[in-house]
C-alpha cells in the first residue's frame, strides 16, 4: 500500500505531458499509487482542475516565469515549485506558497510536512499578489511601460 508516514489522504491530478510522462506512469504502477494519482493529459484549459485543488505544485528543474503559477494563484491556490529561473518572484516562501527542490525527495519532504503550513493564508496571499500585479490590467500597463522605456 502506498503510506507516506501515514498521509493517505491526497490525491495528485497531473496535466499535461512531457518526456518523463511515461515513466512518471510506470512508476507510479510499480509503486502502487494508482489510487492517488491521476494523469489527465495536455489541456488547453485548465480552470477545471484549479478550482477543484487545494494545493498547486509545479517541481520544475527549469523554467521562466510561469503562466501556470500565475493561473493557479489567479484561482487563489498556495504554490508548492522550485527557485529556479523566475519562480521566486511569483512565489514567496512561507507566504503564498514554499519552495522545495525540485525532486522526489523535494515532493516528499513536503508531503510529510504538510500539516506545518497555513494554506487558506497562502492561498489568501497568492490572490493578493495575483490582483496586485498579475491582472490582464496590470500586466498590460507593466509591458507599456517597457515598450515606452520607462523601466
Not at 477545471?48 to 493557479?72: R, T
Request: aromatic content about 12%; proline content about 6%.
Amino acid at each position: 500500500d502506498a503510506v507516506i508516514k501515514g498521509i493517505t489522504n491526497f490525491h495528485f491530478t497531473i496535466v499535461g505531458d512531457g518526456p518523463l510522462l511515461p515513466n512518471l506512469k510506470k512508476e507510479t504502477i510499480s509503486s502502487k499509487l494508482e489510487a492517488y494519482i491521476t494523469f489527465e493529459g495536455p489541456q488547453q484549459d485548465v480552470t477545471k482542475y484549479l478550482e477543484k485543488s487545494n494545493i498547486f505544485i509545479l517541481p520544475s528543474v527549469d523554467e521562466g516565469q510561469p503562466i501556470a503559477i500565475i493561473e493557479a494563484m489567479r484561482e487563489g491556490l498556495p504554490i508548492v515549485s522550485s527557485p529556479v529561473g523566475g519562480i521566486p518572484i511569483l512565489v514567496k516562501n512561507g507566504i503564498n506558497g514554499i519552495l522545495i527542490s525540485p525532486s522526489k525527495e523535494g515532493v516528499y519532504k513536503f508531503l510529510t510536512e504538510l500539516n506545518y503550513y497555513d494554506w487558506e493564508k497562502m492561498g489568501q496571499q497568492s490572490r493578493y499578489y495575483y490582483e496586485t500585479g498579475f491582472t490582464i490590467e496590470k500586466m498590460i500597463a507593466k509591458y507599456c511601460k517597457i515598450f515606452n522605456n520607462e523601466i
